[in-house]
């Protein structure tokens, strides 16, 4: 079958689901970035031809991938990510009874792969601590659990691409961000603000696209899930 044949079947075939947060003012924002702000340059309304706004945010704004250089100087920059990094097959990793500010365990994973079939080299792992019922509040920026750095160790030693969670970041408030140097220095995206988990079955594919920063240390990312149509 032809890569053309191929798409068009997938647009007919399968469900889409944006996981990506809205990009507006008053977003939850980590406290020493700036705030995302919008302000209009020109409109109709101000008797301008055309509409456009001057966007002020921090590479790490709303749904975001974090790149190697983040936490490990001379690692990838986000220009540098593979196209295809975060494209492939991804598994949901129900963890909703994670005490706020606990972590995931290794147990917790190897109890979803006797379930639902090995974790393999390639895929993106989504964990779903249910956090983002708390997006737009005040919870939503502290106590956030998070996976321990055991947990991290072995999803890299499976040779997942990426790591996604639906919280504010992927290391537990208040611990010392062990994962972020680790991964991220051992070729392990991270992605965090990640929406609409709750959707999505416990194996899915998806599709994630960066904005392509020079030298960035991250960037917001349009990441869509991919489902059998039901």
């Known amino acids: 079958m032809k890569i053309t044949e191929l798409v068009n079947k997938i647009l007919e075939d ?3 689901v ?4 809205m990009m507006e003012e008053g977003m939850p924002y980590w406290p020493t970035q700036p705030a995302f702000e919008a302000e209009t340059i020109e409109s109709q309304e101000l008797g301008n031809e055309s509409y456009f706004r001057k966007i002020v945010m921090c590479e790490h704004t709303g749904t975001h991938i974090d790149a190697g250089c983040h936490f490990v100087p001379g690692k990838p920059s986000v220009d540098e990510i593979p196209v295809t990094q975060i494209f492939g097959r991804a598994v949901n990793i129900d963890v909703t009874d994670t005490a706020p500010s606990g972590v995931v365990s290794v147990e917790k994973i190897q109890n979803f792969e006797r379930k639902y079939g090995e974790i393999t080299c390639g895929d ?4 779903r601590f249910g956090w983002d019922k708390k997006y737009g509040t005040k919870d939503y ?3 956030w659990p998070g ?3 055991e947990a991290g160790i072995y999803l890299q ?3 997942v691409k990426a790591i996604g969670c639906d919280c504010l970041a992927l290391d537990a408030y208040g611990s010392t961000n062990p994962n972020h140097p680790f991964l991220l220095g051992n070729g392990v995206n991270i992605l965090e603000n990640v929406d609409k988990l709750y959707e999505l079955p416990e194996i899915f594919s998806v599709i994630g696209l960066a904005c392509k920063f020079k030298d960035g240390s991250g960037a917001p990312i349009r990441l869509i899930a991919l489902t059998d149509k039901k």
Do not use: P, Q, V, W
Not at 18 to 21: G, I, P, V, Y
Not at 124 to 127: D, L, P, Q, R, T
């Open 14 to 16: 399968a469900e889409f």
């Open 18 to 21: 944006d996981m990506t947060r």
């Open 124 to 127: 993106i792992a989504f964990f």
């Open 141 to 143: 920026m502290e106590n």
């Open 147 to 149: 996976i321990s750095l």
């Open 157 to 159: 030693k499976k040779g």
